[in-house]
Structure formats: structure tokens, C-alpha cells
């Protein structure tokens, strides 16, 4: 994920531990399942990334936005998310449905809305100019992102636009909207493998307060291995009151390959980020 001279880090929501521990146990269920199929995956959530010398844990999470830095510039970006957690409530989260991602990894998609579009915004307008205009060496996927640019890979010219000004491709911008919060549940050898979203809990049991903004350091396949520090989202002008659990579905929500919705309307949480 880094090169020589940079590493590449992901501001991202933390799960609460009860959503953690739920992301855990499905990202195991999904990985004994695409092993027996023939297409393991290359990562288990809650476990050390296999080829990371230093064990780094696999941390369940939601990307905002990822950066290209060098060390000695980790603590100044930590320095600007602290302030973000400062100033933005916790952002109550909604899961909507499971769907495959381009590569066939089966993940855990939040139901959007302008919350979600407010807070990525934030993080990315006092985050990104610290990037200085570097790019990443390559996506989750593998996908040298020079290559991208340059147009020596297929893409989506949505997604190099945003390359080009932003370096991250998955950003709720105003010319070609391609933010979709979710959680990566795991990731298969084979990308024509698709492994069936059965057996997994209700998607809108992802249901809660997100209240933890982190900054991470990345492995391959999106993984985030490296903690750098996480903070409470606390708007010190709204205290957060207490959100009542919200009851299981009858059953999973499935869907087809990742597509980019429109922002859908929000039920309003008082103390939340939420639309004014």
C-alpha cells in the first residue's frame, strides 16, 4: 500500500464492540466458507493481516478518506483528525444491505445520507491538503494508481477525476458522487468468485452510534493493521444523548455488485449528525 518514501493511511469510523465482535464473527463465517470453495480470503477481520511482519490486527472499519503521507507526517495528520472529533457529534449509523464489491469481496453496506456526506466532507477538507498532492501507490485492489491516471487501467472517469484531485476515488463530490460508507468483510483470491450472503446477521442490525474517528495505517485489500489514534466524536455545543437499540429484521438484506446510490432520506437522531 505505501512505497519507499510514503505510507498511506485511512481516516476512518471505528464499529462500537458490539458491532465489532458482529463483524468479526461474520468476517471468520465468510472466509471458512470462500476457503472451502476454492477462494480464500486474503484477510480474516479481528486477526493478524497474514503477511504483515509486524501481526498488525485487521480492524473493522468505515474508510472517509485515504492519504498518502510521509512518517514523519503521521502525527500531524492524527493532529487534524483529533480536531475534526472535536467538532462533529457521533454519526448514527444505519446498515442497509450486503453487496459484492468489484472484486467479489462481500461487504457490509450503511444505509447513506447527508450525515454521512457532512462528516466525509470535513475530514477531507482539513485532511487532504496534507497530502500535498501525493498519490498512493495502489488501491485495496492491487491497481497501480499511476497506472489509473494515466489511463493504463480501465476505470470508471469518475474515479480518476477524483484520483486527480483528491487521490481517493470513493468521495461524495458534487461532479460524480461515489461515496458509499461500508465495512469490508473479507476478500477472495479469485475476483469472479462470488460467495453467497447467507447466513449473516440482518444488515440493519449495524445499527448505532459511530463515535470513534481513527486514523490507521493500511495493509493490502483495504485492511487497516496500524493504529495511529482514535478519538471520540464531541461536538462540545451538542452532547450525545442515549440511543435505544435498534430491533433485528427478519432477515439479511442482499444485494447485487456495489453501485452508487443517491442520498436517501434520514430519520433524524436528536444529538446525532444529522441533515439541519
Given amino acids: 500500500m505505501s512505497s519507499p518514501t510514503t505510507v498511506t493511511l485511512d481516516v476512518v469510523l471505528l464499529l462500537p464492540p458490539p458491532l465489532r465482535r458482529q463483524a468479526v464473527s461474520s468476517s471468520a463465517g465468510l472466509a471458512r466458507r470462500m476457503a472451502a470453495n476454492g477462494y480464500p480470503s486474503h484477510f480474516r477481520l479481528g486477526a493478524a493481516y497474514p503477511h504483515d511482519p509486524a ?6 472499519h468505515v474508510s472517509l478518506f485515504m492519504l498518502a503521507v510521509s512518517p514523519s507526517e503521521i502525527p500531524l495528520v492524527v493532529d487534524v483528525v483529533r480536531t475534526v472529533a472535536q467538532a462533529l457529534p457521533p454519526l448514527y449509523g444505519e446498515g442497509e444491505e450486503y453487496r459484492h464489491n468489484p472484486q467479489g469481496a462481500p461487504e457490509l453496506y450503511f444505509r447513506r445520507s447527508p450525515a454521512w456526506v457532512e462528516l ?4 477531507i477538507r482539513t485532511v487532504e491538503p496534507l497530502r500535498r498532492g501525493r498519490l498512493r501507490e495502489l488501491s485495496p485492489a492491487g491497481e497501480r494508481l499511476h497506472d489509473v491516471l494515466a489511463g493504463r487501467v ?35 483470491d479469485d475476483p469472479n468468485s462470488r460467495i453467497a450472503l447467507t447466513g449473516l446477521p440482518p444488515a440493519r442490525t449495524y445499527s448505532g452510534p ?37 430491533k433485528a429484521a427478519a432477515g439479511p438484506t442482499l444485494g447485487a455488485d456495489r453501485h452508487r446510490p443517491a442520498v436517501t432520506a434520514w430519520p433524524s437522531a436528536p444529538g446525532f449528525l444529522a441533515p439541519s
Fill in 154 to 188: 480501465p476505470a470508471d472517469p469518475a474515479a480518476v477525476s477524483q484520483l486527480a484531485r483528491y487521490g481517493y476515488d470513493e468521495v461524495a463530490a458534487p461532479d460524480g458522487d461515489r461515496f458509499n460508507p461500508h465495512v469490508t468483510l473479507a476478500w477472495p
Fill in 55 to 60: 501481526g498488525g490486527v485487521c480492524e473493522p
Fill in 120 to 123: 466525509q466532507r470535513e475530514v
Fill in 210 to 246: 459511530l463515535s470513534d474517528i481513527a486514523v490507521y495505517g493500511m495493509s493490502p485489500y483495504g485492511t487497516c493493521t496500524t493504529d495511529h489514534g482514535s478519538f471520540s466524536l464531541r461536538d462540545q455545543r451538542r452532547p450525545a444523548p442515549a440511543v435505544k437499540p435498534v
